[in-house]
């Protein structure tokens, strides 16, 4: 019942032209997907024209993050508006990378996802546990606080709307996917707390992605599972072929 949501994330990645390009390749090697959610997430700078490139197509365009104030003197930053008004319907939020890199902090990504939903905006909230925490057998534990802190204040009438990405850090560009038995078991356990956040209802209703090292070689078993709604894809949605191959091979129809 839950509509599979592959979204792709080109990080810092193609200029203008190739994004451009990339997002039209895209939009027309899936023209013929049914039943999958297709989304792209250039960089800022590429937002207006690759959402103009893909007006009337299946595809979307997501930003890679964003502030909370609609305008003001924030420096560098970009609004939910200016998402808005250039057709950008979904944000990443709370990618490992942003965490990591520019200081990210769970209440930060949850204040951020209230006002994207304010806004209309559809946030894809990133989490998940490095290597050190999966071998200290943390990695619930750090799913499920980041889960929790990131949902909070977020109401049923608004919840069903997010989709949440787990992506374990040690899988982020490695090459090392978890298995799919692994992020099964993750998955299950984050719609586990959304049942007790919310209700059973609501939590068989939440999109949950795996994201990390995601190929056409691997989407099928991982798809296949039954707490795997889709995929964050980093390095191969740099190609149009290898990110359409993921998007047909999650169409169940
Ligand atoms: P890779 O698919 O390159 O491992 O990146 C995953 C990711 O970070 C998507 O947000």
Redesign the pocket.
């Known amino acids: 019942m839950r509509t599979p949501i592959i979204a792709g994330?080109w990080?810092m990645n193609k200029h203008l032209e190739d994004a451009i390009a990339l997002a039209e390749a895209v939009a027309s090697a899936t023209s013929d997907v049914k039943n999958v959610d297709v989304v792209v997430a250039p960089t800022f700078v590429c937002l207006a024209s690759v959402a103009s490139a893909l007006e009337g197509t299946h595809v979307g365009v997501a930003a890679q993050n964003m502030h909370t104030a609609t305008s003001g003197a924030f420096t560098g930053e970009i609004s939910p508006t200016m998402l808005t008004d250039v057709g950008c319907g979904h944000v990443?939020l709370g990618?490992?990378?942003r965490r990591q890199f520019f200081g990210e902090t769970d209440r930060g990504v949850n204040e951020k996802a209230k006002v994207a939903l304010a806004h209309g905006l559809i946030p894809i909230i990133?989490i998940g546990e490095s290597l050190g925490e999966r071998e200290a057998e943390q990695t619930m534990d750090k799913v499920s606080f980041q889960v929790t802190a990131a949902l909070s204040g977020i109401g049923e009438e608004d919840i069903t709307k997010v989709v949440l990405?787990y992506?374990p850090i040690w899988?982020?560009?490695?090459g090392k996917t978890a298995t799919p038995e692994q992020a099964q078991e993750v998955h299950a356990s984050i719609r586990a707390l959304l049942a007790q956040l919310y209700s059973e209802d609501i939590a068989q209703q939440i999109r949950i992605q795996y994201?990390?090292?995601?190929k056409p070689a691997n989407i099928a078993d991982l798809i296949s599972q039954p707490d795997i709604d889709g995929a964050?894809?980093?390095?191969?949605?740099l190609k149009a072929d290898s990110f359409s191959q993921i998007v047909m091979a999650s169409d169940k129809g």
């Not at 994201?211 to 995601?214: I, L």
């Open positions: 994330n990080k990443i990618h490992s990378e990133c990405a992506e899988a982020i560009g490695t994201g990390g090292s995601v964050l894809v980093g390095g191969a949605s």
